[in-house]
């Protein structure tokens, strides 16, 4: 493959995997950690059976804030530390492979780095036909994050005559997706033992000891996506992810301008009928 940036990582953690033909799983995320916060269940899922998860990450993840035992490093430096961070987990996960793609934010975020991005995406995807893909979701607030999704769709769209994804789904990173009525996202339970997540995000000790508390805030989500998904039952289980289905937008049927105003739509309704109930 020829990618565009030449800091290009490419990390195959099982040598017997490096002439894999596809995968079953890909998570594209913006920084290093993002692909654990919002893609832990087909990690869980890979790692427990013959599955091939594979991830690729799009920035160097220079454009995060370091302080403590990190603050006196160079941006060189920091870059080179989180690149190893995610070689890590990727290592401890069982990952096919992990691709870091080295973009800068700015470059992933402008027009024109962001179709050199499109062009490297198409290229992974087109070699590796992932059945399911996992990227950030478009309500996330995070612009790089947007990014990142708005490059994974215009890559599919670009090469929807050589490939279909089964499933697209966007997952939770800068913006929790527990609002969006029910029976409109899909949730999997995670089950009961978070021990894999927990130590997938502690390899990310550059945030962690910097100060955002990723690795706990992460995993609290996911519990309280379990709780507070229904007053009236119990938990079935202790974690609980919560996606879009965004197979309809990657597939060219609806735009994502129009996709989103459907779910904001419903939201709105749901709101707005609860009040209209109330015992005024
Ligand atoms: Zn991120």
Redesign the pocket.
Known sequence: MDFHNKNVDIFFPKNNEQDVLEVDFLAI???QD?IEIMSFPPILEAYHSDKKFAAVTCTDGAGSPSSGPYASYTREEMIECRKQEERTAAKLGNYTFLMQLGYTSADARSKEGNDFLVKDLEQIILKYRPKRIYTHNPFDK?K??LSVYCATIKALHNILKEYEPMKVYGGE??RDLDWIPDGLKETVSIGNDITLLEILLGTYQSQVASGKRYDKAAIARLQANSTYADPYTLDKSNYVSCFLDLTSVALNQISTKDYMERYLTYFLKEVRDNVEKLPW
């Open positions: 995320g913006a920084h993002d995070h790089t994050h990173c800068w």
